[in-house]
């Protein structure tokens, strides 16, 4: 199994600042993954961090908007870029157990932008 | 595109009782997963099942999967106040080799 830390856990943030969320894991990952859960919903795909390269965005989203860094195994952050009010959500990491049997998620970071 | 879809949306049942909440999905999969979350915080794995497997059990969880009619069910037996959350399944899809999260069932067990 694997024990993820995100920081922080909540932030009240103005229109148009950026946030930085930090993604710790125990233990030595390749891929880890950003997800986005706006109230209500599902949880939907933002992108596969990869250390030593360029993160892999899904449909709807772009770098400039949700930057990402990968600089070891057991480390990530996801920047959310000139925030609006729409992007109020719950922000996951997470990471997968060998032969995507699971995933482990961090207990995720309460975005509100007002 | 959006590949579990679980029904009901929520649902509210007294404890003890069982609690039943099913998953539809549109393409072929790897293996479907089902996940707990409680209260807006991180998602708890609960049980996997391969496509090659119908049936499987973990304490009182049990999933079935129906790969002819693209659908699995998780129920719970003998419901317990900390049942409540919202119940999430998860297909990892063959084509494309994504894990994609259905929109979740609310269950709430009423003391």
């Known amino acids: 199994s694997a024990v993820i830390s995100q920081k922080p856990s909540r932030d009240i943030c103005q229109r148009g600042t950026s946030l930085t969320i930090q993604c710790q894991v125990d233990s030595q990952v390749t891929m880890m993954f950003w997800y986005r859960q706006q109230p209500g919903q599902s949880l939907t795909l933002i992108a596969t961090?990869?250390?030593?390269?360029?993160?892999?965005?899904e449909s709807g989203f772009v770098i400039d908007k949700f930057p990402i860094s990968r600089p070891n195994l057991t480390f990530s952050t996801l920047t959310v870029s000139n925030m609006s009010p729409e992007d109020s959500s719950i922000y996951l990491c997470s990471v997968e157990a060998g032969g995507r049997t699971e995933q482990y998620f961090g207990p995720g970071t309460r975005l509100t932008v007002t | 595109s959006q590949q579990g879809e679980e029904d009901p949306q929520a649902l509210s049942i007294q404890e003890g009782e069982n609690a039943t909440m099913n998953c539809s999905y549109k393409t072929s999969i790897n293996n479907l997963q089902w996940y707990r979350q409680n209260s807006g915080r991180g998602l708890v794995h609960l049980i996997l099942i391969r496509s090659n497997e119908r049936e499987k059990h973990s304490g009182r969880l049990r999933v079935t999967l129906d790969t002819s009619k693209k659908s699995s069910s998780l129920l719970i037996t003998a419901s317990r106040a900390a049942d409540t959350a919202s119940y999430f399944c998860?297909?990892?899809?063959?084509?494309?080799?994504?894990?994609?999260f259905g929109k979740g069932t609310r269950l709430h067990i009423l003391p």
């Open positions: 998860a297909t990892d899809a063959q084509e494309d080799d994504k894990i994609i």
């Open positions: 961090a990869n250390q030593g390269s360029e993160a892999t965005y």
